[in-house]
């Protein structure tokens, strides 16, 4: 990182509106190997991985007392590393219903300002020269995730499908912000890729199983509609070039498997189609290949048929790809890990072809675990594990009970990591938001100065419409004599029939 390691509470203090108090917990584990993400092509070994966890409450004192700590939100993210990839996964974030307790001005997302803050701190701290990187999720609505009977607060919001998925990418979209645009495939000259080789440059990629490219354009945040068509900064498409060393494998080696991830399911179901390995130990003709889905166009065309994402659900996948400087978007992954003696690309300046060069030496040690973005607590992965499963045990349907759940799990945590007191508690000082804290704001009332009274000769004419015109959303009212119900033609639009 080229700036000094940023610190989450004082990320979080600038964003959040003045004076709002918040106590913040972040929780990780130590890197351990792991699966790999990636099937791996026929004839290959799979790709050494490992992966670390992170996770995230945020918590109130609604009755300023230190005895009175109640959970708000939580939010938990694995990060995997790989020689040639970062991923950094949202596996599940939910709210208790209790942010009402909290006076916060009433048209700040406080949630998603944190989201998005959070995301792009693990982001920054987790980016390595020369490595690509990738912030993935799939959005999908249930009535709670980590905080068990949450459901029973009447205060909790849960948002539809549709609106997840836009409330996602309007979280992503800040991040996505903080980098330039990528170039296109077959961008001409060396301007574009030489330009964009000196900076960090990010694309989002948006997939919604059964839903057009039309319809997946309307889930894109609002940001979208201003950006330039031949550097668009949110797309409809998946990025297997981008991610997958091998974009020509068979699909079933392109496709990452997260835990919970409703299209890893579909990926196990299909790999009962493999076919059976010869009797001389042989990968055979086919190998890696099913029999049903042949193509990575098919198998998202297909899961839209799955039950999680058929029934009139929605299910959104997202993707956004960080490219560090000295990678441009119209490298390939596969040519990342090429020979030094070859240059990455013929139109890339001195620059990018050294930074290429030194790739195979920076990428040969998959384990990355720098001290920056580590949590308040580092714990063992069993440990870890244990913290999460002792929050799913206890119940959040109401206040009082809540308040017994939290700081049930804070001294858990404390007592697995000797330590007496963990966390930090941050104040806002944000002043853009001072503005909207007006109680009388949700009022849409019409300034009496703007009103234009009509003059005396259009009340007149008016009168025989049945239509007001300071009013424009009115609808017409009839006339006494016309309140029978009947609806009468006026004689003027009749038009006659030819005689024949």
């Not at 995301?119 to 709670?144: C, D, I, K, M, P």
């Amino acid at each position: 990182m080229s700036t000094a390691d940023p610190d989450l509470g004082d990320l979080l203090a600038h964003v959040l509106p003045t004076d709002l108090r918040l106590t913040i917990r972040h929780l990780s584990s130590t890197p351990v190997k792991c699966e790999p993400l990636f099937a791996a092509p026929p004839g290959e070994d799979p790709e050494t991985t490992f992966c670390e966890n992170h996770y995230l409450s945020v918590s109130i004192n609604p009755c300023d007392e230190n005895a009175r700590e109640i959970i708000i939100f939580g939010m938990e993210v694995l990060v995997y590393t790989t020689a040639h990839l970062t991923t950094v996964f949202i596996s599940k974030a939910d709210s208790t219903g209790f942010l009402h307790l909290l006076k916060a001005p009433r048209k700040v997302s406080l949630l998603r300002l944190i989201s998005t803050t959070f995301l792009s701190f693990l982001v920054r701290t987790r980016q390595r020269e020369g490595v690509r990187l990738v912030l993935s999720l799939f959005a999908r609505s249930q009535n709670q995730y980590l905080f068990p009977g949450s459901i029973k607060n009447a205060e909790k919001h849960v948002l539809d499908d549709r609106g997840l998925i836009k409330w996602w990418c309007r979280a992503l979209d800040p991040i996505l912000r903080e980098y330039e645009p990528e170039s296109t495939h077959g961008s001409e000259g060396p301007l574009d890729q030489t330009t964009e080789s000196a900076k960090s440059s990010a694309t989002a990629f948006l997939i919604i199983p059964g839903c057009d490219k039309f319809e997946t354009r309307s889930f894109f945040p609002p940001s979208a509609k201003s950006d330039d068509k031949i550097h668009p900064r949110w797309v409809n498409s998946y990025p297997r070039e981008q991610l997958c060393r091998k974009p020509d494998a068979p699909p079933r080696c392109l496709v990452p498997r997260f835990p919970d991830d409703p299209k890893t399911r579909f990926l196990i179901d299909l790999d009962d189609e493999l076919p059976e390995p010869t009797e001389t130990g042989g990968s055979g003709e086919n190998s890696g290949q099913w029999l049903s889905v042949r193509s990575l166009d098919q198998f998202w065309e297909l899961m839209s048929f799955r039950q999680e994402c058929s029934a009139g659900r929605l299910v959104g996948f997202l993707w956004v790809v960080v490219n560090p400087p000295g990678l441009v978007n119209s490298i390939p992954m596969a040519d990342t890990t090429a020979p030094a003696s070859q240059d990455v690309s013929s139109s890339a300046t001195a620059k990018s072809t050294i930074t290429s060069e030194a790739k195979p030496e920076q990428l040969s040690n998959p384990f990355h675990w720098p001290d920056a973005g580590r949590g308040h607590v580092v714990l063992s992965e069993t440990e870890y594990k244990s913290a999460i499963d002792f929050i799913l045990e206890h119940e959040f349907y109401n206040e009082e009970v809540s308040i017994v759940s939290t700081k049930a799990w804070v001294d858990k945590v404390a007592s697995l990591s000797d330590q007496l007191c963990w966390g930090k508690e941050i104040v806002g000082t944000n002043t853009i938001f001072e503005t909207a804290t007006d109680p009388q704001e949700s009022n849409n009332l019409m300034d009496s100065s703007l009103i234009r009274k009509r003059k005396k000769a259009d009340v007149e004419e008016n009168k025989s419409t049945g239509v007001d015109s300071a009013t424009p959303d009115a609808k017409p009212q009839p006339e006494p004599e016309q309140s029978s119900g009947v609806n009468v033609l006026n004689a003027s639009l009749v038009r006659k029939k030819k005689k024949t």
